[in-house]
């Protein structure tokens, strides 16, 4: 008599590794949380190192998605397929959440509100954006990336007038003009 006795291997289990960095910098980003998700849950979890490496070991042989994120970051995701004993790599850039700009344009001889004044923020020679300033004198301009630009107030009958702006990550950087009247000009008050 023979006796058939059949057996399940499951698979020898495989890993995922990557690198997650900053994607205006390339520079990596330490303690940012990685999740590596099967079809419908999350199956593992990283914090990446001081270089912005993480690993994960001991996953079954699938197709994953690894999202990433980290404090005033936006968060990314890729696909990631483990076989058998082997470290998939999948590495992540992040970019940093948007700042914005805001202020008041007024008369510097009078301190009263310009209204429509115009506000142009440039990069360089790159216009970035503009704005009109609304009857009080304000002005908002948001999601501009990190770093540093060159604003520019002008309106009707007054001087132009530039100055830099260091826009941070998440945040809201104040600047505000007063605008000397060109000479010659007498503005009805």
Known sequence: M???????????????????????TGAP???ASVG?????????TAT???NGQYLVT?????????VASAPNYSTDFVGAKVTSNTTTTA???LNPLPGALM????GADTTNPIPTARIEVRNGPILVATTFTDAQGNYQISG???????????????????????????????????????PGHSLAL
Do not use: C, H, R
């Open 48 to 50: 990446t190192d001081p």
């Open 58 to 66: 001991g996953l079954a042989p699938d197709n994953y998605i690894v």
């Open 91 to 93: 590495n992540l850039a």
């Open 144 to 182: 501009l990336e990190p770093g540093t630009y060159t604003v520019t107030a002008s309106a009707a009958g007054y001087e132009q007038q530039s100055k830099n702006a260091t826009i941070n990550v998440n945040a809201i950087t104040t600047l505000n003009f007063a605008l000397n009247t060109q």
């Open 2 to 24: 023979t006796t058939t006795v059949d057996f399940a291997l499951d698979p020898d289990p495989g890993a995922i590794t990557g690198t997650v960095t900053d994607t205006q």
């Open 103 to 106: 202020g008041k344009v007024t």
């Open 29 to 31: 980003i330490s303690g």
């Open 36 to 44: 590596i998700y099967d079809q419908f849950s999350l199956v593992a």
